[in-house]
């Protein structure tokens, strides 16, 4: 059985169209899992794959990619991480007292809650310090308190011996 001349000609025309629907839509699938892939890893082998994966398979390949891909993105995973330093940052950042454990200012001398001395005023700068620092870092003065209760420490036990 033949067809018509002018109906073959519409069947191949709409043929054709659909063809390069077809390959158009590959193309824009291979495209956006390029990007998508690339905006999620700076690994160049895992890129390849990935595109090469939807390039053969087409639509099955891009639900295989949906499901291996990385969860997040590069922003997203560097954003994630800015956030966590920043909430570890602020928790160094407490200072909290090593005799009551109760937060404290980092410019108190004294715990307002157990008394504990928590920081020593430079005798030379005036400004506080840690109390096991020997060497003042804003100016560079030895501190001779924490030298002389060193050498008191070490006079006590050798007259004990």
Not at 30 to 58: C, E, G, K, M, P
Not at 133 to 149: A, I, K, L, M, N
Request: with cysteine; proline share 4%; hydrophobic share 40%.
């Amino acid at each position: 059985m033949e067809l018509p001349a002018n109906i073959q000609t519409i069947i191949g025309s709409i043929l054709a169209l659909l063809g390069a629907y077809a390959a158009l839509f590959l193309i824009a699938l291979v495209i956006w899992t390029f990007r998508d892939i690339r905006s999620r890893t700076r690994d160049i082998l895992l890129q390849i794959l990935a595109t090469l994966l939807v390039l053969v398979f087409n639509v099955p390949g891009l639900v295989l990619y949906f499901i291996l891909r990385p969860q997040y993105t590069l922003d997203e995973a560097y954003e994630h991480a800015l956030g966590q330093e920043a909430l570890l940052q602020d928790i160094e950042e407490r200072y909290i007292c090593p005799s009551c454990k109760r937060k404290a200012q980092a410019d108190f001398l004294i715990c307002p809650y157990c008394h504990a001395e928590l920081r020593k005023r430079c005798p030379n700068c005036e400004r506080l310090i840690n109390l096991n620092w020997e060497v003042c870092p804003y100016c560079g003065q030895e501190q001779s308190e924490s030298r002389e209760q060193t050498e008191s420490e070490s006079g006590e036990q050798s007259e004990s011996e």
